[in-house]
């Protein structure tokens, strides 16, 4: 290499090197949710611990792909929720009891890498608390500690690490656990999961409108997908369409991969290979989430490859949305997570399918796609999914074979409100005749 060619490359090392600290500088926290908000999460879980109480949420970390490049950095979600903050290598510590920290007693305190805490202060963010370098993790830790009786501790849900040289698994959680209470005498670990989900199963306005934002852009790439299929067509192209409309109307990633199940396919509740060429007379199962400024979609339309749903796709489709709209009906504060499971199953019974519903028609929605909060009751300002489905396995012997060995799903997302439900995904089309019409073009 020529010394001018070095000196080239050297300018253009120095000019990402700008680009990239300008993309730190706008990227460090999510939008769409106020600096009060956060504040106020972080008091209302402040209040949820007892003075001899500590809770430390850690960011994940960067995962390594191949060789030198990582997978895409994505916060865990109890701390994007505290903090907004979408950089890796973040601690948040809240306190039950004030500690004396720069001169001033504080009860948060948000331990970040040098360039970000620059960031952060710059934005002036999280001034209810104290921020300070991420290098102070174990002195702030064994500060706040000293005379604490429980931890309640947040961290990427690792359970366990395959030690493939001795053929086990490391618990890492419970050698963390045992770690930590050997060294603090009279300590107790516990997951901070429960408290946190407490809060985050109520969605607030700002939040409500992210989700929406989110079930825009993915609804935006079904009905293009609708207007692509036909036979002949591959999996992952349908993939690509959805997907290309849901970046282009702004979103960060996709909630979850994309599940774009045909023929067989279809009856595999986590397909996402996409590898697939679909063919004359089948149905796709097109289950797809966009995510905003961290907070998910989740919705499923099934549809005819041909543009055109058979006798029998009719009967299982008029069936499943049959019992998604039984299940919406009855949404209000009060029923419970098994109520609707039950009133799925009851309305698929009542039509012979009743036997081919294997899964909860329901889950949380928001900065996890399925989402933190309890699973019992309903109340108002849940968001959650109903998402029935029927899947008549090929060794079927009850049904007649056009019906064996493909399934149906319908999944929309609900705001639980005061009174009953709105379907906020009720804009993308899911009528027989409207997706037919759609995939007309
Ligand atoms: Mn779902």
Same mark, same amino acid.
């Given at each position: 290499?020529?010394?001018?060619?070095?000196?080239?490359? !050297?300018?253009?090392?120095?000019?990402?090197?700008?680009?990239?600290?300008?993309?730190?500088?706008?990227?460090?926290?999510?939008?769409?949710?106020?600096?009060?908000?956060?504040?106020?999460?972080?008091?209302?879980?402040?209040?949820?611990?007892?003075?001899?109480?500590?809770?430390?949420?850690?960011?994940?970390?960067?995962?390594?792909?191949?060789?030198?490049?990582?997978?895409?950095?994505?916060?865990?979600?109890?701390?994007?929720?505290?903090?907004?903050?979408?950089?890796?290598?973040?601690?948040?510590?809240?306190?039950?009891?004030?500690?004396?920290?720069?001169?001033?007693?504080?009860?948060?305190?948000?331990?970040?890498?040098?360039?970000?805490?620059?960031?952060?202060?710059?934005?002036?963010?999280?001034?209810?608390?104290?921020?300070?370098?991420?290098?102070?993790?174990?002195?702030?830790?064994?500060?706040?500690?000293?005379?604490?009786?429980?931890?309640?501790?947040?961290?990427?849900?690792?359970?366990?690490?395959?030690?493939?040289?001795?053929?086990?698994?490391?618990?890492?959680?419970?050698?963390?656990?045992?770690?930590?209470?050997?060294?603090?005498?009279?300590?107790?670990?516990?997951?901070?999961?429960?408290?946190?989900?407490?809060?985050?199963?109520?969605?607030?306005?700002?939040?409500?409108?992210?989700?929406?934002?989110?079930?825009?852009?993915?609804?935006?790439?079904?009905?293009?997908?609708?207007?692509?299929?036909?036979? &002949?067509?591959?999996?992952?192209?349908?993939?690509?369409?959805?997907?290309?409309?849901?970046?282009?109307?702004?979103?960060?990633?996709?909630?979850?991969?994309?599940?774009?199940?045909?023929?067989?396919?279809?009856?595999?509740?986590?397909?996402?290979?996409?590898?697939?060429? !679909?063919? +004359?007379?089948?149905?796709?199962?097109?289950?797809?989430?966009?995510?905003?400024?961290?907070?998910?979609?989740?919705?499923?339309?099934?549809?005819?490859?041909?543009?055109?749903?058979?006798?029998?796709?009719?009967?299982?489709?008029?069936?499943?949305?049959?019992?998604?709209?039984?299940?919406?009906?009855?949404?209000?504060?009060?029923?419970?997570?098994?109520?609707?499971?039950?009133?799925?199953?009851?309305?698929?019974?009542?039509?012979?399918?009743?036997?081919?519903?294997?899964?909860?028609?329901?889950?949380?929605?928001?900065?996890?796609?399925?989402?933190?909060? &309890?699973?019992?009751?309903?109340?108002? &300002?849940?968001?959650?999914?109903?998402?029935?489905?029927?899947?008549?396995?090929?060794?079927?012997?009850?049904?007649?074979?056009?019906?064996?060995?493909?399934?149906?799903?319908?999944?929309?997302?609900?705001?639980?409100?005061?009174?009953?439900?709105?379907?906020?995904?009720?804009?993308?089309?899911?009528?027989?005749?409207?997706?037919?019409?759609?995939?007309? +073009?």
């Amino acid at each position: 290499m020529s010394s001018l060619q070095s000196r080239t490359v !050297m300018r253009r090392a120095g000019f990402i090197v700008v680009l990239l600290a300008l993309a730190t500088a706008n990227a460090a926290i999510a939008a769409g949710i106020s600096e009060q908000e956060f504040a106020r999460r972080r008091t209302d879980l402040l209040q949820m611990l007892d003075s001899a109480s500590v809770a430390v949420f850690r960011s994940a970390d960067v995962k390594q792909r191949s060789a030198d490049t990582g997978y895409e950095f994505r916060q865990e979600s109890n701390l994007l929720y505290l903090t907004g903050v979408t950089e890796p290598v973040v601690t948040l510590v809240q306190v039950g009891r004030p500690v004396t920290l720069n001169g001033s007693p504080t009860r948060r305190i948000l331990l970040v890498q040098p360039e970000v805490l620059r960031t952060l202060t710059a934005a002036g963010v999280f001034k209810d608390g104290v921020i300070v370098d991420v290098a102070k993790l174990p002195e702030i830790l064994n500060l706040v500690l000293a005379g604490a009786s429980t931890l309640y501790l947040s961290a990427p849900d690792i359970r366990f690490v395959n030690d493939w040289l001795n053929d086990r698994p490391l618990f890492v959680d419970r050698d963390v656990k045992r770690e930590l209470e050997r060294r603090h005498d009279g300590l107790k670990v516990k997951s901070a999961g429960p408290m946190v989900g407490k809060l985050r199963e109520i969605k607030s306005e700002s939040e409500i409108a992210l989700i929406k934002k989110s079930i825009a852009a993915t609804g935006e790439g079904i009905v293009r997908a609708m207007k692509l299929c036909k036979p &002949g067509v591959y999996e992952y192209e349908l993939q690509a369409a959805i997907e290309f409309e849901m970046t282009r109307q702004g979103a960060e990633y996709v909630g979850f991969p994309s599940i774009i199940g045909s023929g067989p396919n279809s009856l595999i509740l986590h397909y996402d290979k996409n590898r697939r060429q !679909m063919g +004359r007379g089948e149905v796709v199962v097109m289950d797809v989430g966009a995510e905003m400024e961290g907070y998910s979609a989740d919705v499923t339309r099934s549809i005819p490859v041909s543009g055109k749903f058979t006798k029998e796709q009719r009967d299982v489709y008029a069936a499943v949305l049959g019992a998604q709209k039984a299940v919406i009906k009855i949404i209000r504060p009060g029923r419970t997570f098994a109520d609707l499971d039950r009133t799925a199953k009851s309305s698929l019974e009542k039509s012979g399918f009743g036997r081919y519903l294997n899964h909860g028609v329901s889950h949380h929605l928001g900065l996890d796609t399925h989402d933190a909060g &309890g699973i019992d009751t309903l109340k108002a &300002g849940m968001v959650i999914t109903v998402e029935p489905g029927a899947y008549v396995p090929l060794s079927d012997s009850i049904l007649a074979p056009a019906y064996r060995g493909w399934g149906v799903r319908i999944e929309d997302d609900v705001l639980v409100t005061d009174s009953g439900a709105t379907v906020l995904s009720s804009s993308i089309p899911k009528e027989l005749q409207e997706i037919e019409r759609t995939m007309r +073009r």
